[in-house]
């Protein structure tokens, strides 16, 4: 491929149905060739074969259907990552750079022949319907997914915004397969969301990693402090069902925590895939104690984070194991306006740790449980505040609390997970205040 521009596609997991896989843009020297002579029996091999097809199967077949078909089997022979982008798949990955076109907001692989959710995105019609990560899509409407390529999956999911799909979904736990009708919508993602859960402990959420995630997670801690009347008591960064995104937006991510030393590297075959990230002098949360919350939806650019902030025990990371995606796509545009992408190397975290296949292993390990209020109230004691006429506390603020701090309390009524961490932080800020620290 002379004079080729090779576009990396780093940290997303699988293909977005109503969210862009990002990309980065990446100049490369030409790779020099492995010197090795071409197998000629096996062309001829496979010559044989694609005459016979043309001459024996049953109906006419395409030749230029036929060779693409043969490319598609070459490379999904190599891992579930690697495609080929026809030029209207391609053209879609770009259009995803743009942030926003109809879709349902998931991200999906392929596995054993069928589409598997990684996560649905926040705040989506995928998300709104109870799509959940791990689900296998088996139908899209009446069309059996079985035989069909990711992208072609994807361009079934995405479509015109107001019009309805039908997935049905197999999913661990229930007997029997679920149909979902879920409206297509134009996916907008708001990749940084944050909260006050207590008197000066933040909460940030990020879905995805963008190319400004970064500026968008330091504006949300400088909102915090200034909420809080000074530094926070402590951070909880959640990634769970982070799908991942653009390695920039991990880097920086990773590099608001940290003061000193390696936040990832990668390492394939040429030396165009070896790239080190470092850090940069500034802890943007002022070494407050953190806990980042992950689960099996947390892939990628999400695990790059979360292992640099573990190798470098700047914080603890709580909930399961993660997904355990550590390779590095490349995208290389083809003369016809198609594209492969191929798998090019593996990511290794600060302590040499790749995580292909295995995961991030929390510190602290939290099932998501369901937590359910008691009804009964007839233990219910008697305090000082019930009697009539009781004496006010003169300290005690007259003011209500304020919506912010209402919506934060509410979120840690129903997340099991997030109360834990809470508790945790306030643990750790108790250690901390004894030893005098």
């Known amino acids: 491929m002379n004079q080729s521009t090779r576009y990396i596609l780093i940290l997303a997991l699988g293909v977005f149905a109503g969210v862009g896989i990002s990309f980065e843009q990446f100049v490369f ?4 060739g492995a010197g090795q002579s071409l197998p000629l029996e096996d062309l001829q091999v496979f010559a044989e074969v694609f005459g016979k097809i043309k001459s024996d199967y049953v109906e006419e077949v395409d030749d230029k259907e036929l060779l693409q078909d043969a490319i598609q089997g070459m490379l999904s022979g190599l891992d579930p990552h690697s495609s ?21 907001g998931i991200e999906v692989t392929m596995e054993n022949g069928f589409v598997k959710v990684v996560a649905p995105i926040d705040d989506t019609p995928a998300h709104r319907a109870g ?53 297509r919508a134009v996916i907008r993602i ?27 997670l330091r504006e949300k801690l400088t909102l915090m402090k200034e909420e809080v009347g000074g530094p926070l008591k402590g951070l909880i960064l959640d990634l769970r069902n982070n799908p ?12 608001t925590f940290l003061r000193s030393g390696t936040i990832v590297y ?8 070896e790239l080190r990230f470092n850090t940069t002098p500034t802890d943007y949360a002022d070494g407050v104690p953190m806990i980042v919350l992950v689960n099996g939806g947390s892939a ?35 003369q016809n306006g198609a594209a492969l992408k191929i798998t090019t190397a593996r990511y290794y975290t600060p302590s040499d740790r790749s995580i292909q296949a295995t995961g991030i292993q929390p510190d602290v390990i939290v099932e998501d449980l369901k937590l359910a209020k008691k009804d009964d109230d007839t233990n219910s004691s008697l305090r000082e505040a019930d009697l009539a006429g009781h004496l006010d506390n003169e300290k005690d603020a007259a003011k209500e609390p304020s919506a912010a701090k209402n919506s934060g309390i509410a979120l840690l009524t129903d997340d099991y997970q997030l109360r ?5 932080l306030k643990g750790v800020n108790i250690v901390r205040a004894s030893d005098g620290s």
């Not at 020297?29 to 020099?32: I, Q, T, V």
């Not at 834990?420 to 945790?424: D, I, K, P, R």
């Open 29 to 32: 020297a030409e790779r020099k």
């Open 84 to 104: 080929y982008l026809d030029p209207e798949s391609f053209k879609e990955v770009r259009i995803g750079t743009e942030g926003q076109f109809g879709g349902l």
């Open 131 to 183: 799509v959940q990560a791990g689900d296998l899509i088996i139908r899209l409407d009446n069309t059996p997914v079985k035989g069909m390529s990711l992208d072609e999956a994807v361009r079934m999911m995405r479509g015109d915004p107001g019009d309805e799909i039908v997935l049905t979904i197999v999913r661990d736990g229930e007997s029997k397969p679920l149909e979902l009708a879920i409206e």
């Open 190 to 216: 708001t990749s940084v969301k944050n909260r006050i859960l207590d008197d000066g402990y933040g909460y940030i959420r990020i879905t995805q990693f963008q190319a400004g995630t970064d500026h968008a």
């Open 244 to 255: 991942g995104g653009v390695l920039s937006g991990a880097v920086a991510v990773s590099d």
């Open 266 to 273: 990668t390492k394939g075959r040429g030396d165009d895939s």
């Open 300 to 334: 990628s650019a999400s695990e790059i984070v979360a292992g640099a902030l573990q190798d470098h025990k700047r914080a603890i990371i709580m909930g399961t194991k993660t997904f355990g995606k550590g390779s590095v796509q490349t995208i290389l545009p083809m």
């Open 420 to 424: 834990e961490a809470l508790n945790l």
